[in-house]
């Protein structure tokens, strides 16, 4: 979502109308992932696991172009061509 994904309109509607015009992130994608699991038996039989998590990645890249850049993104994805128009703002 912070990278790739946008629904884009025009006059009729949705552009992106099936999965394969709809840009996401595939596996090609994703830097190298070092998973740890975490015992937690008291969260019960089926624990706690969620993709709740990727809701912060938005914000956690947002803030990081942030803190290098001192510009704030105003929207979502953080395509290129979005952060050098706000570099060169």
Do not use: C, H
Request: proline share 7%.
């Amino acid at each position: 979502m912070a990278l790739l994904e946008e629904v884009r309109f025009d006059e009729s509607g949705v552009v992106a109308s099936d999965w394969r015009s709809y840009p996401i992130a595939t596996m090609a994608d994703l830097p190298e992932i070092k998973v740890v699991l975490i015992n937690r038996p008291e969260v019960g039989k089926y624990g706690q696991g969620s993709e709740a998590a990727n809701a912060l990645a938005a914000p956690a890249i947002a803030g990081a172009l942030l803190d290098a850049t001192g510009k704030v993104a105003r929207r979502l994805p953080l395509k290129p061509d979005y952060i050098q128009g706000l570099l060169k703002a």
